[in-house]
């Protein structure tokens, strides 16, 4: 068994406890589990076989009845305890849960109730209006349902790109370890590094592409072929996603790529540009009077058409091409360029790891400095701090930071916005920290005009420094919440709040158009992970390739610069 199979067993059984109203520190333990199993980078089968069931337990968090748990799955394929919760509860829990507003508690009650199994049952439920005279619902919830469901399904047949990066990258991988090919690359939306990619393209060089394509469609994760030619290849993966594979010639490398690269909007506009100069550009080079003069890149297909380089994150069409006529192209911020991050948390509250470990992960991973950012204390559900937890936080904090060398730990929170834009944790409690993030984690139905003055009123506060994933959506699972952004970026302006680019691959929040936005009116970021395990520092890449799509340059990012920078870029 994957270990992503294993973990989503533990996440189930953490979602039936709670419909069962279980005890709050059993649920957490279940989902600890799944966190930890999910992010490690061994197979937990090898680590099995290895080290039996000693090894499970000595991961984080992992007790005797878990790890036990662990090696029956392993033996046998299957948990008695999951089965049996299944058949007490026979409800497509991952559907219903996705419909907004639905948690683990109502799936249990509308089954109970109404014996609804399925989205579909639910929404049919709901159009009946039988919905709207349950206890505890009313006709604005029953109305919110089916909002929830048409969002669903406009969002279905997206892959998160965090999700698909490392089996495509895999694939590619694959691919160019071929004597037969010379290049492989994956272009497409992937390239363009899209929060969410609708299939994988790919693009190889090969002088022998039937011996690629034979490799292509015998790759084990094929489930079906849907066409197989000598330059075009479309199959479907055993997780849902489709694979295009187009095979070209050396001399069509430039402008094949630059083709399936996309977007269709920006190679409509360059294919005008093209005929504008009396050439003509396709998927097979750029020609003018007959001849290919592409070059050997992308670099001089756009040079040949008088263009500066663009890079694959800006190519939508949205003003890149007259900024690279004009050479006004931003100076994108780098991959790998990060020197901190300033959202983390940690097992003293929902994360998976404890200080001490987050801040060795991050100092492996090549950081200089990192925030820690728990929740504060309305989060009850997942022990929030209180200001006295904070506080005693803070001096296991000071003594890591004499132990350990070449990482800085700040001491920082993820402040709570309560509804009327307090913060839950006192004022005398926040000055003592370095980072004071903020965010809204309920009541997230207010109106526009309600929740943007509940932000502002938070951002307002002298103490606060980031407004950490600012529009609280859930790629595929929630919506925005209702923000006037333009207002938030004005006070965000006014007040010196930094905004936070959310790097959790179902999060990305702010996203590009946002990014761009900020960017624009002069307002600072920070490129964070909102890690919650040692794991998911490599989640940063993803954050910035968001910035990347939002325009941003390395003065935009303040987390891009050392510490004693960084800390001159935040209000004080
Ligand atoms: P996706 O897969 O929905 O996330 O988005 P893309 O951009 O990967 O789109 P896809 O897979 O349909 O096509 C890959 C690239 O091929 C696309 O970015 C641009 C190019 N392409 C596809 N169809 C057309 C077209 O009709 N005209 C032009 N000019 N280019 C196209
Ligand atoms: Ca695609
Ligand atoms: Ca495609
Ligand atoms: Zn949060």
């Known amino acids: 068994m994957k270990n992503e199979e294993i973990a989503k067993i533990f996440y189930d059984i953490a979602l039936f406890l709670q419909m069962k109203d279980e005890n709050v520190f059993k649920i957490r333990a279940y989902e600890r589990t799944g966190q930890t199993i999910e992010s490690l980078p061994t197979d937990i089968e090898l680590l099995y076989k290895k080290g039996g069931i000693d090894a499970l337990q000595e991961l984080p968090g992992i007790g005797r009845a878990i790890a036990e748990k662990i090696e029956e799955l392993l033996k046998t394929g299957k948990l008695q305890t999951f089965e049996r919760l299944k058949k007490e509860i026979p409800v497509d829990i991952d559907g219903l849960r996705r419909v907004e507003g639905i948690g683990p508690r109502k799936i249990l009650f ?3 109730k109404l014996g609804i199994k399925s989205v579909a049952e639910l929404e049919k439920a709901a159009k009946q209006g039988k919905i709207s005279r349950l206890s505890g619902f009313g006709a604005k919830s029953q109305e919110n349902i089916l909002k929830g469901i048409e969002f669903l399904k406009k969002t279905k047949g997206r892959y998160l790109l965090g999700h698909i990066m490392p089996l495509a990258t895999d694939i590619e ?27 994988i393209d790919i693009l190889a060089i090969s002088d022998k592409p039937e011996k690629v394509m034979d490799f292509f469609v015998s790759m084990p994760e094929v489930i079906n072929v849907y066409g197989k030619g000598k330059t075009k290849t479309m199959v479907l993966l055993n997780n849902g996603i489709g694979a295009d594979l187009r095979v070209v010639p050396e001399k069509s490398y430039a402008a094949a790529l630059n083709y399936f690269t996309g977007s269709k909007d920006h190679n409509i506009a360059l294919r005008r540009i093209a005929i504008h100069k009396r050439m003509k550009l396709s998927e097979y080079g750029l020609f003018k009077k007959g ?16 263009l500066k380089y663009i890079e694959p994150e800006l ?5 890149e091409i007259e900024a690279a006529m004009q050479d006004k192209l931003p100076i994108l911020i780098e991959y790998k360029s990060l020197k901190g991050d300033l959202q983390i948390q940690t097992n003293w509250t929902d994360g998976s790891n404890s200080i001490e470990e987050m801040a060795i992960a991050a100092k492996n991973y090549g950081l200089e400095y990192i925030a820690i ?21 803070g001096k296991e904090i000071d003594i890591l930071n004499k132990k350990l060398k070449g990482i800085k730990i700040l001491k920082g929170a993820e402040v709570n916005i309560l509804k009327n834009g307090k913060l839950d944790t006192k004022d005398s409690c926040l000055k003592e920290l370095d980072i004071v993030g903020i965010a809204v984690h309920a009541s997230f139905n207010q109106t526009k005009q309600e929740m943007t003055k509940r932000i502002i009123t938070a951002m307002e506060n002298e103490h606060v420094d980031i407004l950490f994933h600012p529009t609280c959506r859930l790629i595929g699972k929630r919506p ?29 929040d702010l996203k590009d158009e946002h990014i761009r936005m900020a960017v624009k009116a002069g307002v600072r970021l920070v490129i964070d992970t909102d890690a919650h395990s040692g794991y998911h520092f490599p ?11 939002g325009w941003a340059e390395k003065k935009d990012i303040i987390n891009a610069w050392p510490l004693k920078t960084m800390m001159k870029m935040i209000k004080i």
Do not use: C, W
Not at 180 to 193: E, L, Q
Not at 315 to 319: K, S
């Open 480 to 508: 925005a919440i209702q923000l006037d952004i333009e207002k938030i970026i004005d006070i965000a302006k006014s007040t010196g709040t930094i905004l936070e680019i959310n790097s959790m691959p179902d999060r990305l």
């Open 173 to 199: 991988n694959r691919l160019k370890q071929l004597p037969f090919v010379r290049k492989a690359v994956i272009s497409g939306s992937f390239r363009r590094r899209k929060e969410t990619v609708g299939d």
């Open 110 to 112: 509308l089954y109970k």
């Open 315 to 319: 190519r939508e069409n949205a003003g």
């Open 539 to 549: 989640f940063l890449e993803l954050g910035i390739a968001q910035a990347r799509r």
């Open 373 to 393: 950012t728990d929740h504060t204390k309305t989060l009850a559900m997942i022990n929030g701090l209180n200001e006295k937890k904070i506080a005693k936080q």
């Open 291 to 306: 001849k290919n003069i592409s070059g050997i890149d992308e670099k001089s297909l756009y040079g040949a058409l008088g």
